[in-house]
């Protein structure tokens, strides 16, 4: 979640505010037959929650259009926007007169609903449950560890704080213990598990901390930098990723 949900997301802006964009499946692959027609997300391309949604919506071939909101300049916070979302916070997913917020759920939602690749996340109830499990996780420790870390160095210019370090550090353990013996955090297949955690994991960049100590971990990370939407999905992160390492 992003919006003011911690009293610092609101320094995260575009340096220049993108165009629109419609995103289109690619070629030859297609949504599946239930086509979405008029749907709308609204992201921060900083927020690792909505870069999630729209490498998720990449990843299944769903077409959606994508609608920037600065939330420095508070384009959350208007009129029309709390219509849509009442709690005003990024990403917002509008599917027709549906509404839905909070990036785990929205992926759900795009791929059991939309999406034609359901390993991403998978109709067998045992499968997903283990994927549910890990997005739980992700939310509770991932996100949570990584931004207590991260945040306060970036945006109130505080020193690392080694008790938040080591509660990350211990994240990575896990992360690195759970991919033993497979390619993914659910086995051998993407998943909307692999596309969340990375995408937390990409706020680490902005202060160049490495993942040497998790051989696993750093082959796994780099695996989901090489998929062919990555780039665009987080050109948001890497805008601002160059003046953060000169300080």
Known sequence: MCGGCCGMCLCLCFKKKPEEVFV????????????????????????????????????????????????????????EFAKINPDTTVPTLQDGD???????????????????????????????????????YDLGSVYKTISEYMYPQLFQAKPPDTDKESAM?????????????????????????????ATNIALIELRNYKLDTWPLLSTWYNRMKSLPYWAECNAGLYEWKSPMMLE
């Not at 991919?179 to 969340?196: A, E, N, P, W």
Request: glycine share 6%.
């Open 169 to 197: 550090r211990k994240t990575f353990d896990y992360m690195n213990r759970q991919l033993q013996g497979q390619k993914y955090m659910c086995g051998d297949d993407l998943t909307i598990v692999d596309i969340s955690m």
């Open 24 to 79: 289109k499946p690619r070629m030859g692959v297609g949504p599946s037959s239930t086509t979405p027609k008029n749907l709308i997300l609204y992201i921060h391309g900083l927020s690792a929650p909505s870069r999630a949604v729209w490498m998720a919506a990449k990843a299944a071939n769903i077409p959606i259009t994508i609608r920037y909101l600065d939330l420095f300049k508070g384009e959350h916070k208007t009129p």
């Open 98 to 136: 549906f509404s839905l917020w909070e990036s785990r759920p929205i992926m759900t939602y795009l791929v059991s609903r939309y999406g034609k690749n359901t390993r991403l996340y998978p109709k067998d109830l045992q499968q997903r449950a283990v994927c549910d499990r890990l997005l739980h």
